[in-house]
């Protein structure tokens, strides 16, 4: 099922070897919150995967990473991919792609919700549909959203507000969302930046295991 979701949301997988380009269409429409996502990859631990531009920014791109030394391909992306891809105001983000073939048996927590409810933050409310709500006497103190890249991948964002952090309700709500993602037929995904220790932690817990992928990705400077 990864596989399947790779090829639809990056246009190609797996690589033959190095880093593979590959012009998208996908890259030129909006993605599922109705913003732009101009450049997407995601690389193995050995530096082997595929990057998805715009078809006209396709020759450009493979030409500036033709022979590039895994090692150094964050700092590549990071100065020369936004301009390439006429986004030359937005940054180049390299973070820990993670997905799960078998979330963790937590005990269940939260109640899934309309993401227009009342009392939820506002990071919540573009989700698609329903999202997972942990409430205590009444008011949000945990939540996750589902972020529908594609019928076959999901991707898992969560937040805990701080008074009820360190009482493990991230990893089982994430741990619930991705068995429920997981019975849908879809590979549940998770993201985060590398210096995240907490999120880190919350994916290990709730079964999403750190094999050394990357996502590589255009994001705002804001």
Same mark, same amino acid.
């Given at each position: ?28 429409k909006?993605?599922w ?9 995601? &690389? ?11 078809? #006209? ?20 992306l ?8 006429g986004?030359?105001?937005q940054?180049?983000? &390299?973070?820990?792609?993670r ?8 005990p ?8 227009d ?17 942990v ?24 937040? &805990? ?8 309700? #991230? ?13 849908s ?6 993201l985060?930046?590398?210096?995240? &220790? ?25």
């Open positions: 099922m990864l596989t399947t979701f790779l090829r639809a949301w990056l246009g190609s997988w797996p690589s033959p070897g190095g880093l593979l380009v590959v012009g998208h269409p996908a890259r030129e909006p993605r919150d109705g913003g732009e996502q101009f450049a997407l990859g995601v &690389t193995d631990a050995d530096g082997n995967g595929v990057l998805s531009v715009p078809p #006209a920014s396709r020759d450009a791109v493979a030409a500036l990473v033709a022979g590039l030394d895994p090692a150094a391909t964050e700092a590549v990071a100065a020369e991919l936004p301009a390439l891809v986004r030359p105001e940054r180049c983000f &390299t973070g820990v792609f997905w799960s073939e078998a979330p963790a048996a937590l269940d927590a939260g109640e899934w919700e309309p993401s409810a009342p009392g939820l933050p506002d990071w919540l409310r573009p989700f698609p549909g329903a999202v997972l709500v409430r205590e006497d009444g008011e949000y103190v945990a939540g996750v959203g589902l972020k529908p890249h594609d019928v076959s991948g999901i991707e898992i964002s969560v937040g &805990t507000e701080e008074r009820a952090r360190g009482r493990g309700l #991230a990893r089982r709500i994430v741990a619930r969302a991705a068995r429920h993602i997981v019975a037929g879809a590979v549940p995904i998770y985060h930046d590398p210096s995240n &220790t907490a999120s880190a932690h919350v994916a290990v817990a709730a079964g999403f295991p750190d094999l050394g992928w990357k996502v590589h990705a255009l994001a705002g400077t804001a």
